[in-house]
């Protein structure tokens, strides 16, 4: 199987804007659901895991229930991590 791991986990500071870049809409749509949505519709992705700033874990959880939500790390390269550790055992290829 492969899974995609989108990692959202900022916090939008160098964006300058209370919400982050990731959430901001374009056209009524959030940002990270065009990959989001991209991924789902992929016939060889099994799964996709969303890291997220754990300020926003529930507002990710919530707009994207098919999605699989962890927590993301200081750093962009822990939050990576966190987001290949939670793939499925079944996982051959992963893409970040």
């Not at 374009?26 to 992929?42: A, C, G, M, R």
């Not at 895991?49 to 927590?71: F, L, R």
């Not at 390269?77 to 992963?94: K, P």
């Amino acid at each position: 199987m492969n899974s995609a791991v989108i990692v959202a986990g900022g916090s939008g500071v160098r964006f300058d804007n209370a919400i982050p870049k990731q959430f901001t809409k374009i056209n009524d749509q959030e940002i990270l659901s065009f990959s989001v949505s991209t991924f789902l519709k992929h016939p060889k992705i099994g799964e996709v895991i969303i890291v997220s700033h754990t300020d926003w874990m529930n507002h990710v959880a919530s707009q994207y229930p098919e999605c699989h939500v962890v927590a993301g790390g200081k750093r962009r390269q822990d939050s990576s991590l966190n987001g290949v550790n939670a793939t499925s055992a079944e996982t051959i290829n992963v893409l970040i």
